[in-house]
Nanobody, 113 residues
Framework: EVELVESGGGLVQPGGSLRLSCAASGFIFSRSGMMWFRQAPGKELEWVSTINSRGDSTYYADSVKDRFTISRDNAKNTLYLQLNSLKTEDTAMYYC??????RGQGTQVTVSS
């Protein structure tokens, strides 16, 4: 059974940073591309970033490009998202996603002064 458990969210001031983690189990993590999505209150689910199985190809939504960094540690079965220069509009629940059928419960990021 696929399990994805996010952590690392919290309350941060504008301009601050956070590092999200996603612990994966129940599948061969090193063979799977992974994604981060987010959903702000009252808004649709938004794709944030994708990383391939080896970690050498990454893709970002324009809204987070040059501020967020996706990475992975296949030895630890863990996916990361480094969030820098946070803005109030980054406030959302952030989800680790394997595919359409498998995503975690999410971790809340709130950017507020």
């Amino acid at each position: 059974e696929v399990e994805l458990v996010e952590s690392g969210g919290g309350l941060v001031q504008p301009g601050g940073s956070l590092r999200l983690s996603c612990a994966a189990s129940g599948f061969i993590f090193s063979r799977s591309g992974m994604m981060w999505f987010r959903q702000a209150p009252g808004k649709e689910l938004e794709w944030v970033s994708t990383i391939n199985s080896r970690g050498d190809s990454t893709y970002y939504a324009d809204s987070v490009k040059d501020r967020f960094t996706i990475s992975r540690d296949n030895a630890k079965n863990t996916l990361y998202l480094q969030l820098n220069s946070l803005k109030t509009e980054d406030t959302a629940m952030y989800y680790c996603v394997k595919d359409q059928a498998n995503r975690g419960q999410g971790t809340q990021v709130t950017v507020s002064s």
